[in-house]
Every structure is written in C-alpha cells, then in structure tokens.
C-alpha cells in the first residue's frame, strides 16, 4: 500500500543571507594556488538547484604538489611541542567561533541544511578542536621502566608523517574538523580531498586559518574522487589514508593503499538497528526515531533507520511513531522552523526515489511519506515503511535518506540476531526498561558504539567508529590521536 496524496510541503524562506565563497585554487603549501587543469566541478545549492560556484576538477598532479608541500613541512611540524600544537588547534577553533554565522550560511547553502543542523555541525567543528587541543597534551601511554633485566624500555609516540584525509558530503566541515583536529595534533601534516560536491567550507577554514597554521601543514586539493582520491591513496610518500565515505569508497581506498602498504582509517556506512523491547517506553522511543533516524534528512551513516520492535507493542509504537514523523517540517536554508532539508544532489535524490519504488514493489507498505515533494530542490518526504519482513532488502541496504523501516521480533534473542544480520556495525539502540537487559543487550549487538534509551547523542570525549563493513579505526576522542600515531619502543642497556 502506497501513499498517494502529498502530505508535505516545503517551508522557504522569504530569504537567505549570501554566502560568502571561498577563493578559487587548490590550496597547497599555505596559499590558493592554480590547478594543472583547467576542468572546473559546478557547486550546487540542492534546495534550490541553483550553481553556487565551480570548484577545480583536480588531478594527480595537484595531488603530487599539495603531498610535496606536505612532506616539505612534516619536520618541523612534528618537532613542535605538544603545547604549540594544540596552541594553534585552539586558534582554529577561535577563528571558526568568530565565523560561526558565516559558516553555518554556507554550509547550509552548499547542503540544503536546516538551521539546526547547520548551527550543530559549527559548534560540533569547533568542539573538536578544543578537545584535540587538549587531548595532544594529554598521552598515556606505558611507563618507562625495566621489563628486561638491566634494560630500560622507553615508548614513543611519534606522528606516522603525512595523512590523505578524504572526507565525504554530509557534514562537510564537521568531518574535516574530525580528521584534521587528531591529525594536526599527533603532530602529522595532512592533504584532504573534501566532496566535489560540497568542498566551500574547508576551503573557507583553509583561507581564514592560512595565516595561524605554518605552510604546507594543511593541504587542499578538490577534484573527483576516481582521481584525486585515488592518487592520495596510492601515493608513496602519504604515510596514512584516513576516509569518511561508504564501503565501496572504503575498499577502494584501502585496494590502493595496500601497494605501498600504507595504514587505512576506514569510516564507512552504517545501517543502524533500533531494538525496542515490550517494556520500553514506547513514547520516548518514538520520539528518537524521529530525532535520529531523520536527523540531516536521514542522511546520517549512523540513522535510527531500522527499528526491531516487539510484536506485543508493534501496533502500539507504529501507531506513535506515525504520528511524530507525521508532524515532521520540511524546509529550506533559513527557514527556522524546519527540520529536514533536501538531499544533498540531484544523483542522489533519484537513488532514494528508486530504493522507495523498490520498496513499493517488494510489496511493504508506507505508512507516512514516500514521495518526492513538488517544487524546486530535492526534497523527499519523510517516510515510515512497515510490515516489513525479516531479510527484507530494506532492512539491509544503506537508503541514507529520509526513510525508516519497521519490523517484529518475538524473543530476546531473535532481536540479537536479526540486528547482527548486517554487512554492517557502526551503530545501534537498545530501548528498554529491564537494567538486567540494558546491560546484556548491548554487548552482544556487534556495533561499535550502543546506546541504552537514547540514539545519535555523540560525545567528541569518547570515540566513534564500527565494525565489519563499517570500517575499523576511531574518530573522536583520545584514541582518534592514538590512530594517527605509531609507537616507537627504544630500550637502553644499563649492564
């Protein structure tokens, strides 16, 4: 059963401050420079598909540059104290602090976020930097001392040296804060290839911070990710490849990467399952869903997406959770009220379309939403697909848009093992109200971060990152330093 009357509408804003583009180039060893091509990729608004600018189709051979830069500035950088570092991470954070506005106007632009979001990825940004900062002065590590017989064993954490960060469309300045922050502050310089759909932002910070951070630490270079994506992560003098993106991004980094035997830092998909069991409180829960499965229009690797419900209150929570989504707002940049925004691009506006036509005909039924919203942007409505069967294709494929799916569970374990039947294991929920289960549950879901009658509430204190196809290494927190460092044991004779 599908829905045939449009039950959304957009909210647009009678108007939105301009944003305030970034210069033209690549930026390498410290300043815009001109691309070795002369190829640009348009730069769209997708809530009103409007060209905001063009940015240079880069190629390996700018990659080459923006690496030698990089290699060029890696001494000294890491001689720098773990104090003068996180000196010049807290200066980030000022800067972006000071450019909020100007910041959240042009993400929003370059995305089609709703104001809530946009303020959330700016302050989340700036957090990161002020946690790393700290966090680089702030090692633990083995105490120096004899595990050898007349031999003192000393630990060293030293930066791996240069790092290919490539950071994906949905939030892009936040994710580059995530990578460069732990980057900067290990002592590492770096070469970051954002989005071609979505690069303003961290060419904005480059240009605003060019004057704090010494040159050649912070590089750079947009272009497609089939080339300058992939040159990074072939490339013999980057020491490390950290991406943001999905599985097949991921394999395909860490294929190229495998050459020069390069460390990876792979964060990839998700498709988070919501365990909701008979005694949870089914209001709350609902609410959640609503919150974190649609949060940044469901465009999210770790989106309450799938919910497992018992089937005693099934009919209950459905009931509840139609109705929240129900009540959902949907708008423009600038427009105050609204919660979700559009999709990011016209490509992947059809790809949820299609993955809501092949809901269609795998016979499930929407209970709410499910159609593309008139007018100009890419926008989809928010939508609930229930009666849904266990192997379903919905309950496994990664749609990252607006859409939630709901299916039954009958027992403790059967809930356990159908959340587990997933490529992936970055995130999941448990909503209950039994202590002895909240504690049972969680370590037998295989996801890297669990959270007990909450979901998508992220701590830059603690880490995030998956299992299985969701990639391995941490961002956030102290271990994300730990990931972009090496440990060097030297042991001194005292016979």
């Keep these: 059963m599908t829905t045939e009357t449009a039950q959304f509408t957009v909210i647009r804003a009678d108007a939105t401050p301009a944003p305030s583009l970034p210069a033209f180039g690549q930026f390498i060893g410290g300043k815009f420079v001109p691309s070795s091509s002369s190829e640009t990729v348009d730069v ?47 200066k980030i954070a000022d800067i972006i602090e000071a450019n909020r506005e ?46 050898a017989e007349n031999h003192t064993s000393v630990i060293h954490r030293e930066p791996v040296g240069v790092v290919g960060v490539i950071t994906p469309w949905n939030y892009p300045l936040l994710m580059a804060a995530w990578k460069i922050a732990p980057v900067l502050g290990a002592g590492n310089t770096l070469v970051l290839k954002p989005s071609e759909q979505t690069p303003l932002t961290t060419l904005k910070l480059a240009e ?10 912070i590089n750079i270079v947009t272009g497609p990710g089939r080339v300058v ?7 013999p003098h980057v020491d490390l490849v950290a991406i943001t993106g999905s599985v097949g991004s991921g394999q395909k980094v860490a294929a190229a990467a495998a050459g020069s035997v390069k460390r990876v830092h792979l964060e990839l998909g998700g498709k988070a399952p919501v365990v909701i069991f008979a005694d949870a409180d089914l209001e709350a829960a609902a609410k959640g869903v609503r919150s974190a499965g649609f949060w940044n229009g469901g465009q999210e690797c770790g989106a309450a997406c799938r919910v497992l419900v018992h089937e005693s209150v099934a009919d209950k929570f459905t009931e509840l959770l139609v109705k929240e989504i129900s009540e959902i707002t949907v708008g423009t940049p600038g427009a105050d009220d609204a919660e979700i925004g559009s999709m990011i691009s016209k490509a992947h506006y059809e790809r949820v379309l299609e993955a809501l036509e092949d809901i269609r005909k795998d ?63 970055l995130a999941a929920s448990v909503w209950t109200k039994d202590s002895a289960r909240s504690l049972t549950v969680p370590r037998k879901l295989d996801f890297g971060t669990v959270w007990v009658n909450s979901h998508l509430v992220i701590a830059t204190e603690m880490p995030w990152g998956g299992f299985k196809g969701s990639g391995y290494g941490r961002d956030l927190s102290s271990y994300a330093l730990d990931d972009f460092s090496r440990t060097k044991h030297v042991m001194y004779n005292r016979g």
């Design 363 to 425: 016979g499930h039924t929407i209970a709410v939403g499910g159609r593309a919203i008139e007018g100009p942007g890419y926008f989809i409505e928010p939508t609930v697909v229930t009666n849904v069967p266990a192997q379903a294709p919905i309950t496994s494929n990664e749609i990252f848009g607006p859409v939630v799916s709901v299916e039954t569970f009958s027992t403790d374990d059967e809930a356990v093992t159908r959340a587990n039947e997933t490529i992936y294991g």
């Design 208 to 217: 605003l911070i060019a004057g704090e951070v010494p040159a050649g630490v």
């Design 229 to 235: 994506g992939n040159r990074l992560s072939e490339h």
């Design 102 to 147: 100007l910041f959240e106007t042009l993400e929003a632009a370059n995305t089609g976020k709703p104001p809530a979001v946009a303020e959330d990825d700016i302050s989340s940004a700036i957090d990161t930097f002020r946690f790393s900062a700290g966090a680089a002065r702030a090692y633990s590590t083995l105490g120096a001392d004899d595990y």
């Design 44 to 90: 769209v608004n997708p809530a009103t598909e409007e060209v905001l600018t063009q940015v240079p189709a880069g190629t390996a051979e700018d990659v080459d540059a923006a690496v030698a830069a990089a290699v060029a500035a890696k001494d000294a950088w890491a001689a720098t104290t773990p104090r003068d570092r996180a000196a010049v991470l807290l």
